[in-house]
């Protein structure tokens, strides 16, 4: 079935650092591919997300590319900040009636000052 | 506009008492619900998903149960709780809109089972 495999950390950075998320998936066909974000103690939140191969989905200074030859949707931020911390979670649409969001098992982020 | 409500925010069980989280959605129709868990240390799992009223499937064998009596509402409910149902659960719905789906997760409702 359908799958995704993201790096699980935590991570931990300090301000204005790089910062990568590794996320690859398993699934028949194209999906939809996503990154939710989760702050302290809240619901999801979605970040970004790309519809097919080659597009690249940004927002809040996020991005992420669908590498349809990888299988990939890597999460990058060039300078990270404190708020920032949060755990990240990517995901995939399966495709057919029932649209379910696979996750991965998220990756915890904390930005130090 | 489109919002989804769950409550209770947190809630605290004891081991063998019954469970029953409501999640609503307002401002669409027809909407698919689900329900998806976070357990302690792991990612979020799909429980169940609705399609249309009393039209259920469940994805994970397992002590919880869903219904869907109204279009825009979805139960998650257990006859006895067990430990390992602690977790972090979560309401969502889709509806596709013309070019893109619309997918909005709930604020949560965390259960610590005592």
């Known amino acids: 079935g359908d799958s995704v495999t993201q790096m699980e950390g935590p991570v931990t950075l300090s301000e204005e650092a790089f910062l990568t998320i590794n996320c690859t998936y398993t699934?028949?066909?194209?999906?939809?591919l996503f990154w939710y974000v989760q702050y302290p103690g809240e619901g999801l939140q979605l970040l970004l997300k790309?519809?097919?191969?080659?597009d690249k989905g940004s927002n809040k200074g996020f991005e992420a590319t669908y590498r349809k030859e990888t299988t990939s949707f890597h999460l990058e931020k060039g300078s990270v900040q404190v708020s920032d911390s949060a755990v990240y979670f990517c995901?995939?649409?399966?495709?057919?009636?029932?649209?379910?969001?696979?996750f991965g098992k998220g990756t915890k982020l904390t930005v130090n000052p | 506009s489109q919002t989804i409500h769950q409550w209770p925010a947190t809630l605290v069980q004891p081991v063998g008492s019954p469970l029953s989280l409501e999640c609503t959605v307002e401002?669409?129709?027809?909407?698919?619900l689900y329900w998806y868990r976070q357990a302690a240390g792991r990612g979020l799992q799909l429980l169940f998903y609705?399609?249309?009223?009393?039209?259920i499937s469940s994805e994970v064998p397992q002590n919880l149960s869903a219904s869907r009596p109204q279009d825009r509402q979805f139960i998650l409910s257990s006859k006895k709780l067990l430990l390992s149902d602690s977790g972090f659960y979560l309401c969502?719905?889709?509806?596709?809109?013309?070019?893109?789906?619309?997918?909005?997760f709930g604020s949560g409702t965390r259960l610590t089972v005592v």
């Open positions: 699934a028949t066909g194209y999906p939809s």
């Open positions: 401002g669409t129709s027809n909407p698919n």
């Open positions: 790309a519809t097919k191969a080659d």
């Open positions: 609705s399609v249309g009223i009393g039209q």
């Open positions: 995901a995939l649409l399966t495709q057919g009636g029932s649209e379910k969001l696979v």
């Open positions: 969502a719905w889709s509806v596709r809109a013309r070019w893109w789906l619309d997918y909005t």
